[in-house]
């Protein structure tokens, strides 16, 4: 059975760095999109980026483009959303998925184009 789970949350001041993981199990195809997501109270959720299971690959949202990175260690089959010169505005639960059928893509962050979700971990950045 298919799992993400994250990991990483928790509390940090304003101008702070944070690292989540997602460790994946489970999965037994040779290419699939990992992406990470956030969640603010009352917003919708948001795609972030994603990378590519096979080649490394990566993508972003123009909102977090050069704060967050993501990376891979396939040994693990850990995904990691590195998040640096965090804000207040950056408080939310934050998701990783996996995707079944479509290609990690800017174009394709949204929740519909992933099948596969983690049960999420908290990040609260205070002023």
């Known amino acids: 059975e298919e799992q993400l789970v994250e990991s990483g949350g928790g509390l940090v001041q304003a101008g702070g760095s944070l690292r989540l993981s997602c460790a994946a199990s489970?999965?037994?195809?040779?290419?699939?999109?990992i992406a990470w997501f956030r969640q603010a109270p009352g917003k919708a959720r948001e795609g972030l980026g994603c990378?590519?299971?096979?080649?490394?690959?990566?993508a972003y949202a123009d909102s977090v483009k050069g704060r967050f990175t993501i990376s891979i260690n396939n040994v693990k089959d850990t995904v990691y959303l590195q998040m640096n010169s965090l804000n207040p505005e950056d408080t939310a639960d934050y998701y990783c998925?996996?995707?079944?059928?479509?290609?990690?893509?800017?174009?394709?962050?949204?929740?519909?184009?992933?099948?596969?979700w983690g049960q999420g971990t908290q990040v609260t950045v205070s002023s």
């Open positions: 489970g999965f037994t195809w040779d290419d699939y999109p």
């Open positions: 990378i590519s299971t096979s080649d490394g690959a990566t």
């Open positions: 998925a996996a995707s079944s059928d479509d290609p990690c893509s800017a174009n394709k962050l949204q929740m519909f184009n992933y099948d596969y």
